[in-house]
Nanobody, 127 residues
Framework: QVQLVESGGGLVQAGGSLRLSCVAS????????MGWYRQAPGKEREGVAC????????HTAASVEDRFTISRDNAKNTVFLHMDNLNAEDTATYYC????????????????????WGQGTQVTVSS
């Protein structure tokens, strides 16, 4: 059974930082591109950052590329999203996803694709 479990969300003041983690089980982790997505109430799901299977290629949305960094540790089956200088517009539920298809990191984010999805972790930024 495939599971993606996110953690690290919470309430943070504007200007603060958080690091989200997503641990995968039941899959050969290094065979999957991984991505972080977010969805705020009343808004469409947005591809935030995606990373290729070995971590050599990443794509980060223009809206966060100077503040968010995606990374992965294949030995620990974990993908991370480090978020700095958070603002109220970053408030959303953040999801991780795994895509085993022939996609690039950029395509995964733009197409919002994923074979498996986590349940999400809430990030709330207070101004």
């Amino acid at each position: 059974q495939v599971q993606l479990v996110e953690s690290g969300g919470g309430l943070v003041q504007a200007g603060g930082s958080l690091r989200l983690s997503c641990v995968a089980s039941g899959v050969a982790f290094s065979d999957y591109d991984m991505g972080w997505y977010r969805q705020a109430p009343g808004k469409e799901r947005e591809g935030v950052a995606c990373i290729s299977r070995r971590g050599y290629n990443t794509h980060t949305a223009a809206s966060v590329e100077d503040r968010f960094t995606i990374s992965r540790d294949n030995a620990k089956n974990t993908v991370f999203l480090h978020m700095d200088n958070l603002n109220a517009e970053d408030t959303a539920t953040y999801y991780c996803a795994a895509d085993g298809g022939p996609v690039t990191a950029q395509a995964m984010c733009v197409q919002k694709s994923g074979d498996y999805w986590g349940q999400g972790t809430q990030v709330t930024v207070s101004s």
